[in-house]
């Protein structure tokens, strides 16, 4: 294949010398539009007037910024600065709109291409943006750089060292266009502006704008796909100037070769074919020749067409009666059997395709007749020729051969055809029957090829050999894979200016050359000609990376490592595959047309994006083809399936199965089948049925979650299924969402539902209209059944309800008793039953509150206290009852929370009881005082001694009036003293604390204490004493042991052994007890169990519990905390028995024990016979003689 190299184009600057000494030429300025195309880029179709669309930009070598601009559209305008306009509405119908832009200069008319190019941006469709293929400053283009070579001596021209090959460039490219091919850029662009341009074919001259060039960055564009078929190569001029100078390299010749691509299809010769075929013909005779031809580039895959017989008309009496040649189209006898007496004709249906049979397929017939049979064979008259031809000659007559025949003059079997079979694998030859039908002529068809190749002439140097650097940079070299041969395949040759000089040897490195896959790439070391030697796959690699070498020999000097990029070119050789196959999905028989079914997917492994991967999908048949045979159809871009026609019956047809085709090159490439089962589907066309329509049911009110009714339905789909499962709605009569309704576990059965409390008072009744409904829609237009419910809602005992439920008053602490507290009252919300409300206080903690149980007035009973442990920040509760007057009565409860204002009803009390302080110098000793009542009525105190105290002690209150500071101010004895001080509170409120003040012999703050004489007795009393206790407790150790002694001397038992009483048993072991005998407890029973009409119901209430005291720190205070517990006990409405309906009524009959009216108590035992102990036995001999002895 050709090399694809992109253009490295050098720009040699020559300064010109004057002839003159000291003058030289002025340079000159070329004027000028900045690029060779402006394309103007919008994101929508239709453009409004007055639309501002960018920028042209004239330079004319002057200072002026305005020019006179003129567009040959109408509807476009350019300002004096350039700046382009619509002046009417435009709608790109095409996509784009290409018109000229001119002005004049110097007398020149200069004229420059306009594109306005349509290009969506996503998620920005309501604003415009303009974007030009001007390349921004600084901005980083991916593009080959041809660097012109920086001169040593100023500008001058050069010879180039490389000579460019031929640009291979694909034919229909899918843009973006302008597509950029490769920068030009000199080496001294920083010296000096250098401007380029391209004329030629393609450029200046039509087809013009094909391709441009920016002048300022020199990046080469094409504007639109290329068509092999219509032009294959394009020759250009490129020109570099450099501004200002005025000087510019010669024009180089850019030959751009455009690639062929397989986009056109086999094209059969004529259709439909028709031939004959004798009856008597044999397997492999020939019958006819079909022909086709590609308009793809001869020689090549892309035209290489290969045919196949699909089906043959009619199949008897076997369906392969032909074969065809797959390469020449020749049709031949395949089988025995021909009888024109029964099948006069056959119609064969043939497939072409490219790409040796795997590319782009197209369809025709061949109608062969059956003849009478020819039983005699035409002979050549001569059986050998040898002939001369000259050379480079088409159509040139090389031999006439005739031929003698026995059969029928001019009929088939007697007229004649030729071929030539062997010896001409080129097709260099052609033979054609001349006029008379007996005679053959063979003529050339084609002249001899010969090899001509791209040469990339190294430099010839002027003073030996030496490096020099190369003017041009390589672009890449497309080859397309799958290449065919013969290999190796010589791909560009490499030729130094100075092989006649000196002997040069080529050489190549890297990835196909010498490094794995070794030996992809070779290069004869001797010509130069680089080759390829077998054929690529992009699939497996699309780039190679190699490094061309060119050494004298002999000399030691070489060129610098050439890179060298092949890039492989992608060719359409992969056909679509199905992900999967086949593929399932359903569809319900209900569906209307446009409804979607299920997606197919084929991937194909070509370049993604190109034609070769782009693949359509085409449903080839569909079985069964009933009731219409395009029941679905695909969308040939995503695979999605949809219903095409109406008409699906599960109960008819329940499976359709469609042969589906995906094919790339956008449904012209290859071809890859597949197949899509559908499985027809039940739809919902039974709507659910209520077993009964109405329903009148009873709730009792209060109740959540209560069952109202379940009701019953039938359905005649699939069971088990979306369409046969209900679901229910309740429509109408409940608008305040009271009732709620579920599908139960069956699925075929409505379950309705208090979803709230219902109130017999606001609504005593409710009408339900109810629907069902399946799980999924009906699939046809089916009435909805309905059931009407009518709930009436039963009255219940609602317990009063006071307001509010919990009610807060202020009141001081000290009312008086019997003072009227609050009103706190219930209303009872069963207005139609005339109930009576009474009160109970069910939790007063402290015991301090009653309530008049008719109107609920509450009263103080006792004495209240802020500083009582029952009230908790300055708040006391109490828990009040109203109870109505149902046979079962209903219990409401309210919380009356009474804030104690505080009253100066405590006294403050001095914290501490003892004291010790030495009686010599004695150190102050600092009381604390506390006072229960609030920060009003309490500091700042004060302080008096009270009585004796005064003579030997002080005392003052400290700084902050909270604290008493308690001085010795005599020399006491050792030992206790009390001393009286009297404290009083801001408002004069006092309270007597006695101190005992231990005063021991010390001095100062050093408190320390010696023995004192205990009751007036010394050491030796003590001792005395001591001794006395341990002489008792000898002489009781001694008694002790004596008694012991005694006991085990054998008396009378009190008990004879024989004496046996029920239920009293000796034990002399642990365990034993009740499980040694069997009680009969069910006397216990009797009473309410024997009347299963009469109950009881013990409720425990849900009120909270009071707090009780925690255990006191302090010893002393053990007696407030037993006093404060036991009333919070009493007063709990927690503990048991619960204030409920307790039934007494009944005690029982029938018992089996006697009256126990005669067992009386008296106030004194005296008139008791306790005598009659005696008599019964040693164990109450104690008992008889303690009650019955007298006075003893």
Request: proline share 7%.
């Amino acid at each position: 294949m050709g090399a694809f190299w992109f253009v490295e184009l050098g720009v040699l600057i020559l300064f010109l010398q004057a002839f003159k000494p000291g003058l030289s030429e002025e340079s000159k300025c070329l004027p000028g539009f900045n690029s060779e195309m402006y394309i103007f880029k919008v994101e929508r179709n239709h453009l409004r007037s007055g639309r501002s669309l960018g920028k042209v930009v004239f330079d004319d070598c002057t200072s002026r910024t305005s020019f006179l601009f003129h567009s040959e559209d109408s509807r476009f305008k350019v300002d004096g600065d350039g700046t382009l306009k619509l002046k009417r509405g435009l709608t790109l119908h095409n996509g784009h709109k290409e018109f000229y832009v001119s002005t004049q200069s110097k007398g020149k008319k200069i004229t420059v291409p306009v594109r306005v190019l349509h290009k969506a941006r996503h998620g920005h469709h309501h604003n415009h943006h303009e974007m030009t293929t001007q390349p921004k400053p600084g901005e980083s283009l991916s593009l080959p750089v041809l660097n012109f070579p920086k001169s040593s001596g100023g500008l001058k021209r050069r010879k180039r060292d490389w000579v460019i090959p031929p640009i291979n460039f694909p034919e229909n490219g899918r843009g973006p266009f302008p597509k950029n091919m490769v920068q030009i850029k000199s080496s001294n662009d920083k010296e000096v502006k250098i401007q380029y341009s391209i004329t030629g074919t393609g450029a200046d001259l039509p087809p013009v704008g094909l391709f441009t060039v920016d002048k300022n960055s020199g990046i080469l564009y094409v504007t639109q796909p290329l068509d092999r078929e219509r032009k294959d190569q394009y020759i250009l001029l490129a020109h570099a100037v450099a501004v200002g100078a005025g000087i510019a390299e010669d024009p180089k010749e850019i030959i751009v070769k455009v690639i062929d691509m397989n986009d056109n299809k086999p094209v059969f010769t004529q259709d439909p074919f028709t031939g004959t075929v004798p009856e008597a013909s044999k397997p492999g005779d020939e019958v006819m020749q079909v022909t086709a031809t590609d308009a793809d580039e001869e020689g090549s895959a892309n035209s290489d067409v290969r045919y196949t017989i699909l089906s043959q008309e009619p199949p008897l009496p076997s369906p392969n009666m032909f074969v065809i040649n797959p390469v020449t189209g020749g049709i031949r006898v395949n089988a025995p059997g021909l009888d024109r007496e029964k099948f006069t004709k056959y119609t064969l249906a043939i497939q072409a395709a490219d790409m040796e049979g795997n590319g782009l397929t197209s369809f025709g017939k061949a109608i062969i007749t059956v003849t009478d049979s020819n039983d005699n064979a035409p002979q050549f008259v001569t059986p050998s020729y040898t002939v001369s031809v000259p050379e480079n000659k088409v159509d040139a007559l090389v031999v006439k051969m005739p031929v003698t025949d026995g059969d029928e003059p001019h009929s088939s079997a007697w007229a004649t055809t030729y071929k030539i079979v062997d010896g001409d694998p080129q097709g260099l030859f052609s033979v054609c029957t001349s006029p008379s039908k007996l005679e053959g002529t063979i003529m050339t068809v084609k002249p001899g090829a010969s090899l001509s190749l791209p040469v990339l002439n190294f430099p010839k140097s002027s003073g030996g050999l030496k490096r020099r650097k190369r003017d041009w940079v390589i672009p890449p070299i497309n080859i397309p894979e799958n290449g065919r041969g013969p290999f190796p395949k010589n791909m560009v040759q490499i030729k130094s200016s100075n092989d006649k000089e000196v002997k040069i040897q080529y050489s190549i490195t890297g990835t196909g050359a010498d490094l794995p896959p070794v030996g992809l790439f070779t290069v004869d070391k001797n010509s130069g000609i680089l080759y390829v030697t077998q054929s690529l796959d992009r699939e497996k690699k699309d780039q190679y990376i190699l490094l061309a070498h060119a050494v004298a020999v002999g000399a030691g000097i070489a060129e610098d490592p050439m890179e060298i990029i092949v890039k492989v070119i992608d060719m359409n050789d992969n056909k679509p595959v199905f992900t999967q196959d086949p593929f399932t999905g359903t569809v319900p028989e209900a569906s209307k047309p446009g409804d979607e079914v299920m997606q197919v997917t084929a991937t194909d492994a070509d370049e993604e994006g190109s034609a070769n991967s782009d693949v359509r999908y085409t449903i080839l048949s569909q079985e069964p083809p009933l009731p219409s045979p395009n029941m679905f159809v695909i969308n040939p871009v995503t695979g999605g399936i949809r219903v095409n026609a109406p008409g699906l019956d599960r109960e008819k047809f329940t499976k359709y199965t469609l042969a589906i085709q995906a094919a790339d090159m956008e449904g012209n490439g290859l071809t890859s089948f597949g197949k899509a089962i559908i499985t027809v589907t039940d739809s919902n066309d039974n709507a659910p049925q209520f077993v009964t329509p109405s329903y009148t049911v009873s709730v009792p009110e209060n109740k959540v979650d209560a069952l109202v009714v379940k009701m019953p339905v039938t359905d005649g789909d699939e069971p088990h299924s979306s369409a046969w499962a209900t679901t229910y709605k309740i429509v109408d009569g409940d608008p305040q969402g009271l009732f709620s309704v579920s599908t139960g576990p069956s699925k075929l059965e409505g379950i309705i539902t208090t979803a709230k409390p219902l109130d017999f008072e606001k609504n005593s009744k409710y009408t339900l209209l109810v629907t069902v409904q399946n799980e999924v829609p009906f699939a046809i237009s089916l009435p909805t059944s309905t059931a009407t419910v009518v709930v009436n809602v039963e009255d219940v005992n609602e317990a009063p309800v006071f307001t509010p439920v919990e009610k807060i008053i202020r009141k001081p602490e000290d009312l008086p008793v019997d003072s009227d507290l609050v009103l706190y009252t219930a209303t009872d919300p069963d207005t139609a039953r005339n109930q009576k409300v009474t009160y109970k206080i069910r939790n007063d903690p402290a015991g301090w509150l009653s309530i008049n149980k008719d109107t609920g007035l509450i009263k103080v009973k006792s004495l209240m206290d802020r500083e009582s442990t029952f009230v908790q920040d300055n708040k006391y509760s109490v828990i009040v009852l109203g109870i109505d007057n149902d046979e079962i009565p209903a219990t409401g409860t309210g919380t009356l929370i009474i804030e104690l204002e505080d009253v100066n009803d405590n006294a403050p009390t001095i914290d501490e009881s003892v004291i010790r302080v030495c009686n010599k110098e004695s150190s102050p000793q600092l009381l604390s005082v506390t006072d229960k009542d609030s920060a009003g009525f309490a500091a700042p105190y004060t302080v008096q001694l009270q009585g004796p105290s005064h003579s030997n002690w002080t005392a003052r209150m400290n700084d902050t009036k909270t604290g008493i500071i308690l001085t010795l101010k005599t020399v006491l004895d050792s030992g206790d003293y009390m001393v009286v001080l009297r404290v009083s509170d801001n408002q004069g409120l006092h309270h007597d604390s006695t101190i005992q003040a231990s005063v021991c012999d010390c001095k100062g703050a050093d408190v320390q204490c010696t023995d004192k004489a205990v009751a007036g007795f010394g050491i030796s009393s003590i001792l005395g004493i001591l001794g006395a206790v341990l002489l008792l407790l000898l002489l009781s150790l001694l008694l002790l042991m004596f008694l012991r002694k005694r006991g085990g001397e054998k008396k009378e038992p009190l008990l004879q052994e024989d004496d046996v009483r029920d239920n009293i048993y000796y034990y002399d072991e642990e365990g034993g007890g009740e499980d040694d005998q069997d009680f009969d407890l069910s006397v216990l029973h009797r009473g309410l169990d024997n009347r299963p009409d009469v109950f009881r119901n013990d409720i425990a209430p849900t009120m909270a519990r009071p707090e009780y005291r925690p255990r006191p720190a302090n010893p002393a205070d053990i007696g407030n905390f037993i006093d404060d517990n036991l009333k919070a006990a009493d007063n709990d409405p927690t503990a048991p028995p619960y204030d409920s309906l307790l039934v007494f009524d009944y005690e029982g009959g029938g018992s089996e024990a006697g009256s126990l009216s005669s067992l009386n108590s008296s106030n004194s035992g005296g008139d008791q016979d306790y005598d009659l102990l005696q008599e019964w036995g040693p164990r109450f001999k104690k008992l008889s003689d303690m009650y019955g002895g007298g006075e003893d």
